[in-house]
T-cell receptor, first 116, second 109 residues
Framework: DAGVIQSPRHEVTEMGQEVTLRCKPI?????LFWYRQTMMRGLELLIY????????DSGMPEDRFSAKMPNASFSTLKIQPSEPRDSAVYFC??????????????FGEGSRLTVL | GIQVEQSPPDLILQEGANSTLRCNFS?????LQWFHQNPWGQLINLFY???GTKQNGRLSATTVATERYSLLYISSSQTTDSGVYFC???????????FGTGTQLKVEL
């Protein structure tokens, strides 16, 4: 398997623009997670899905952020409108459910977002 | 939620030296992973180790779940070991992985 695939790897945009980050999880994994990494806050969980259904979005910072998982092989994280404080690296990760597999989490290479 | 503390926060080693990184967590867990974030930002899986001991080359890890800690051992360190080492845990009954603040390691020649 190719692992978790994220795109774009780098995005530079201007404040107010819409940003869409994309993720393809490892085939067969039941869970998909979106994390954000910043110097100030470290790695923080934004939202996670189980079988394409959002389970916990308590980490989503505000209404400007939304995430979808229309099918088992694709998820998006959208920021509209973007602000400079959204600049961060956004990671997608996936895993099997505990009991199905070990629940070990695998990360994509991240999408580095810069909002000017 | 569960608290995850890592120590030391920073570490500088001479190449060839050994080191031990520690991860303490505040509640029972059903999953513990160690990751290495390399200088390019990639998060590399090192160990999935909710309990017991595992070894992989120069690295080994031990988790004592009943005492709520895990240790990562690096032997004969190399410059390529530089980066940030994260411990992450999944609470018993839960599904999300909570990360510690990491140990920043620099290995010098």
């Amino acid at each position: 398997d190719a692992g978790v695939i994220q795109s774009p790897r780098h995005e530079v945009t201007e404040m107010g623009q819409e940003v869409t980050l994309r993720c393809k999880p490892i085939s067969g994994h039941d869970y998909l997670f979106w994390y954000r990494q910043t110097m100030m806050r470290g790695l923080e969980l934004l939202i996670y899905f189980n079988n394409n259904v959002p389970i916990d979005d308590s980490g989503m910072p505000e209404d400007r952020f939304s995430a979808k998982m229309p099918n088992a092989s694709f998820s998006t994280l959208k920021i509209q409108p973007s602000e400079p404080r959204d600049s961060a690296v956004y990671f997608c990760a996936s895993s099997f459910a505990l009991g199905v597999g070990t629940g070990e989490l695998f990360f994509g290479e991240g999408s580095r977002l810069t909002v000017l | 939620g569960i608290q995850v503390e890592q120590s030391p926060p920073d570490l500088i080693l001479q190449e060839g030296a050994n080191s031990t990184l520690r991860c303490n967590f505040s509640d029972s867990v059903n999953n513990l992973q160690w990751f290495h974030q390399n200088p390019w930002g990639q998060l590399i899986n090192l160990f999935y180790i909710p309990s017991g001991t595992k070894q992989n080359g120069r690295l080994s890890a031990t988790t004592v779940a009943t005492e709520r800690y895990s240790l990562l051992y690096i032997s004969s360190s190399q410059t390529t070991d530089s980066g940030v080492y994260f411990c992450a845990v999944r609470e018993g009954g839960g599904n999300k992985l909570t990360f510690g603040t990491g140990t920043q390691l620099k290995v010098e020649l």
